[in-house]
């Protein structure tokens, strides 16, 4: 190996450390030597006679594994791991069963310079380990280098980091799944639920108080009737993997609430379980799954809890610093930052495509978990030349067999070159999709020009996802999640009020697309606040009546609030944490009935929920287009109607084939100006029945016999019908259109989006 620089004066490896006596006694006799091992599987796996350990370390000198006492304080044996292969460092120790609490120390070159950062004296966590014991204690031990010295990451730190570091724990898969089953709903019927797992449950009435903000609390039948009778199909939970809360936070009083700051990528957050065992979490998924609900988890790998190179040595940078990470090519010492939080997970290097494979198929064979959410998305795809559709990982994840049935889900940007990437990740995953949430927060503010970017966003964003035979589920719609305002803030608030975070109000987005109606926040005004309840209806109805997959943000339903706090990441508290009396006070109630109906139509109703993007090339019945859009008067829109600046009138038919010779037809009003609008129905007229209206919740499937129907200010109408539909499918194409291709056909006039 490769010796230190020799302008560091400290030296290459960590210096013996004496071990703190015990009084503990362990159930068997601690091993002295590993016996040889296979090199995989990777983390440690145990049977009747011992465990097997196997870790990536590929410019380690040595590797230790140190074996603790029950209570994580003191380390009882330190034994060397045999064997190397292919920079897996792995050997087998007799009597280490269950329950045993472990971590590593590795010995090698510490040259910074170089991006190799070694320090014998970090006891380091299993990336793998699939159980943590204690939580992290922050102090300056927990650095490589010295905190403080003149010479900063470059100095050496000689200081035991052990009793600060949570501990790995030896485990074994014991919980009986039974007959339970993956609920696979397909993607157009899915509705997901982005929730915390802690915040959804901390003041739910009807759950105990010690199980409250826990798994346990998760799959109680209090929480999952919520669901049910809402007609959610899948919940979507922010990071649960084992986590760091980070040191300035802490200094602050405060916590890494969010949880986007993963330590273990394979252990459930501890403290999100009441009896501190794992099988809490997988009794959840399986309640939820009896409840035909899928879950879904938000994963964090394209960075880790460690920071910059600055930050502390707690698993991967001990481990293997310049593997694990981007650095900077004509400096390793430091780190490239493309996630704007220190560090970036190098996705080129087959070692972590393979850590981040590893713990999705364990996510999905040790607790059925149905899909996954991946924060900042485009890093996993970065290769030499920046983001490729083609990356190693998506091809890699892309024909996985185990994860192949899941949902996957990307947020298709970070913070580096070229990091928007929406509607550029590969065919089989789905993307948030942001320019539907700025386009509708727009459109129903009142901003001008927004009537062509609507119809973009209620056509599935067709100009964003339609090509390489992607659906419309590929576009996750939402108007508001975790980051950003609640929709009750949203029309309750101008600007953020961030106070509580710390920051002095400087951190979260300034650019909110919100309109409080004329008084910032809370108000006794009765003409505000119809205002602000019909625009939330008007909201909501459109993203559930939006081609594409709706997200609904937890307690959107009911009216929650975070008093505008845009940025919540921080506060685990009841400023982030569910107010459930607000869903049994009059307005809640009648909020979360109101979008039990909107999910309850859209399942329904297959128009409003189309596996296929619609450009009115298709004809389900004889002069009737799949999707066509009209003015108030019933005309058909023609590019200068879609280019008129102060249009906020929008008339949209959606027609789809049943079998049996039937068709189904929706037709959409919308209407946000300050006055009521008559809309002229189009031509042909159909039975139609007025199922929704947004402006008056006691309208509720009513026959429509009028020409004509007046829609109020700042509020939608559905209107659904079904006709005879004698023939077959016919197709309007050009000459030089492929009948085959409906979706290459010549489209008439569509929607012009201004960006």
């Not at 010479?151 to 009986?176: H, I, M, N, Q, W």
Request: charge should be negative; aromatic fraction near 8%; glycine fraction near 8%.
């Amino acid at each position: 190996m490769n010796a230190p620089q020799p302008a560091i004066p400290q030296p290459a490896t960590a210096e013996p450390i004496t071990l703190q006596p015990s009084t503990a006694q362990p159930v068997t006799p601690l091993p002295v030597a590993a016996l040889p091992s296979a090199s995989w599987p990777l983390g440690a796996h145990c049977d009747a006679r011992g465990t097997h350990f196997a870790v990536y370390a590929s410019s380690a000198e040595q590797v230790l594994v140190c074996l603790f006492d029950a209570a994580g304080r003191s380390e009882l044996q330190r034994v060397a791991l045999p064997e190397c292969t292919d920079g897996v460092w792995h050997g087998y120790l007799p009597g280490v069963s269950v329950g045993q609490l472990y971590g590593y120390r590795v010995q090698g070159p510490y040259e910074p310079e170089r991006g190799l950062r070694y320090n014998a004296n970090k006891l380091l966590v299993d990336p793998y380990a699939r159980r943590l014991a204690g939580t992290l204690r922050w102090s300056d031990a927990l650095y490589g280098y010295r905190m403080g010295s003149p010479r900063a990451d470059l100095s050496f730190d000689r200081r035991d980091s052990a009793p600060g570091v949570p501990k790995g724990v030896v485990t074994g898969e014991r919980f009986d799944w039974e007959d339970d089953r993956p609920p696979r709903i397909p993607w157009s019927e899915t509705v997901i639920y982005e929730a915390h797992l802690r915040g959804l449950t901390m003041r739910l009435e009807g759950i105990p108080e010690p199980l409250r903000g826990t798994a346990a609390a998760l799959g109680h039948e209090r929480t999952i009737a919520h669901l049910r009778a809402l007609g959610i199909t899948a919940i979507e939970l922010l990071p649960i993997h084992s986590l760091v809360h980070d040191r300035p936070l802490v200094d602050r009083g405060l916590v890494n609430y969010w949880g986007y700051n993963t330590l273990g990528f394979f252990a459930p957050e501890p403290r999100y379980l009441a009896s501190g065992d794992p099988d809490e979490l997988k009794a959840a998924v399986k309640a939820l799954h009896a409840a035909g609900i899928e879950v879904l988890l938000d994963v964090v790998y394209n960075h880790s809890c460690e920071g910059s190179e600055r930050g502390p040595t707690l698993s991967l940078r001990g481990l293997d610093n310049a593997g694990y990470y981007r650095l900077q090519a004509d400096n390793p010492r430091f780190c490239v930052n493309d996630t704007g939080v220190g560090n970036t997970l190098n996705f080129q290097h087959q070692r972590v495509v393979q850590l981040a494979l590893d713990s999705l198929r364990h996510w999905v064979a040790q607790y059925h978990i149905d899909g996954f959410r991946f924060d900042l998305g485009v890093t996993l795809g970065r290769e030499a030349g920046g983001f490729d559709q083609g990356a190693g990982f998506f091809d890699a994840l892309l024909q996985d067999p185990l994860l192949a049935g899941t949902k996957l889900i990307s947020e298709p940007w970070d913070l580096g070159p070229g990091g928007y990437q929406l509607g550029n990740h590969p065919p089989g995953m789905a993307e948030w999709n942001d320019r539907f949430r700025d386009d509708v927060r727009r459109f129903w503010r009142g901003d001008p020009g927004q009537r062509g970017a609507l119809a973009a966003r209620l056509q599935g964003s067709a100009d964003v996802f339609d090509h390489q035979h992607r659906r419309p589920w590929a576009s996750i719609n939402f108007v508001t999640a975790h980051d950003g305002f609640t929709l009750q803030d949203w029309v309750s608030y101008n600007q953020k009020h961030n106070e509580a975070n710390g920051e002095d109000n400087k951190d979260g987005s300034n650019d909110n697309e919100s309109n409080n109606w004329g008084v910032e926040g809370p108000t006794d005004d009765a003409h505000i606040l119809e205002r602000r309840t019909r625009v939330k209806r008007a909201v909501l109805a459109t993203l559930l009546f939006s081609h594409g997959t709706p997200m609904l943000l937890a307690g959107d339903e009911f009216g929650r609030t975070q008093g505008g706090n845009n940025n919540a990441y921080c506060q685990d508290s009841e400023l982030s944490w569910l107010d459930w009396s607000l869903a049994g006070s009059p307005q809640g109630l009648q909020q979360r009935a109101f979008v039990s109906r909107l999910i309850s139509l859209r399942r329904e109703q297959r128009c409003l929920r189309s596996d296929y993007f619609q450009h009115g090339v298709v004809e389900p019945l004889p002069q009737v287009r799949d999707i066509e859009w009209f003015d108030e008067n019933g005309d058909t829109m023609r590019q200068e109607d879609w280019e008129f600046w102060e249009g906020r009138l929008l008339c949209v038919r959606r027609a789809i084939r049943l079998p049996a010779g039937r068709a189904e037809l929706c037709l959409l009003l919308a209407n946000n100006t300050d006055e009521p609008h008559r809309f002229q129905l189009p031509q042909p007229l159909f039975s139609w029945s007025l199922r929704v209206d947004t402006a008056d919740l006691l309208v509720v499937d009513r026959p429509v016999h009028e020409l004509e129907l007046e829609v109020a200010a700042h509020s939608v109408q559905l209107l659904t019908a079904q006709a005879e539909a004698p023939g077959t499918v016919a197709m309007v194409h050009a000459a030089t259109d492929s009948p085959m291709q409906p979706q290459r056909a010549a489209r008439p006039v569509m929607p012009k989006v201004e960006r």
